[in-house]
Antibody, heavy 121, light 110 residues
Framework: QVQLVQSGSELMKPGASVKVSCEAS????????MNWVRQAPGQGLEWMGW????????RYARGFTGRFVFSLDTAVSTAYLQISSLKAEDTAVYYC??????????????WGQGTLVTVSS | QSALTQPPSASGSPGQSVTISCTGTSSDVGGYNYVSWYQQHPGKAPKLMIYEVRKRPSGVPDRFSGSKSGNTASLTVSGLQAEDESDYYC??????????FGGGTKLTVL
């Protein structure tokens, strides 16, 4: 069965970097896009962008350029989200989500369990 | 892109029907049939309930249905059950490799 398993919660200091992993199983990793979604405490879902798991080409949503980097290790079917120069406002749960892409970004059918990143001094 | 507009809350009694709206523009909801709806229980990951405006993934009860008219999409939950109490989010393709979510609606079963 399809599973996306994310790395555990992180407590980070402002200015540090964090790397969240999302290990996929149960399907051909390169056959589906991987998306990242942020949810700040008590807030809604915010699409951060996606990475083409076939080419490795990332696409970042507005507001997620510069400090946010999507990457892959296809050998272990894992996607990564790295956030640098962490700020308090980066405190959120970060989800990876398998995306189906038709002639545009369509839907997210499987989601990871979420990774809580807390930024605090 | 601005977030799609959803009512903050909706409610209904068990057995009743409730409809949640999701309003965008001709550049997102109105321009594409790539509207999805997600259910999210507290502390859990979102779950896909409707995709491509009105299609249901396997395992989603047929009490959940989707529709679209112009720039507004809707999710209707018929025969409300206690377990339907949750947060619901819509999303839409917005062109140029972009996607936008709605602000979310908290559905309460009275």
């Amino acid at each position: 069965q399809v599973q996306l398993v994310q790395s555990g919660s992180e407590l980070m200091k402002p200015g540090a970097s964090v790397k969240v992993s999302c290990e996929a199983s149960g399907y051909t990793f390169s056959g589906y896009a991987m998306n990242w979604v942020r949810q700040a405490p008590g807030q809604g879902l915010e699409w951060m962008g996606w990475i083409n798991t076939d080419t490795g080409n990332p696409r970042y949503a507005r507001g997620f350029t510069g400090r946010f980097v999507f990457s892959l290790d296809t050998a272990v079917s894992t996607a990564y989200l790295q956030i640098s120069s962490l700020k308090a406002e980066d405190t959120a749960v970060y989800y990876c989500a398998r995306g189906y892409y038709g002639s545009g970004i369509d839907y997210f059918d499987y989601w990871g369990q979420g990774t809580l990143v807390t930024v605090s001094s | 892109q601005s977030a799609l507009t959803q009512p903050p809350s909706a409610s209904g009694s068990p057995g009743q029907s409730v409809t949640i709206s999701c309003t965008g523009t001709s550049s997102d909801v109105g321009g594409y049939n790539y509207v999805s709806w997600y259910q999210q229980h507290p502390g859990k990951a979102p779950k896909l309930m409707i995709y491509e405006v009105r299609k249901r993934p396997s395992g989603v009860p047929d009490r959940f249905s989707g529709s679209k008219s112009g720039n507004t999409a809707s999710l209707t939950v018929s025969g409300l059950q206690a377990e339907d109490e949750s947060d619901y989010y819509c999303s839409s393709y917005a062109g140029n490799d972009n996607l936008v979510f709605g602000g979310g609606t908290k559905l309460t079963v009275l």
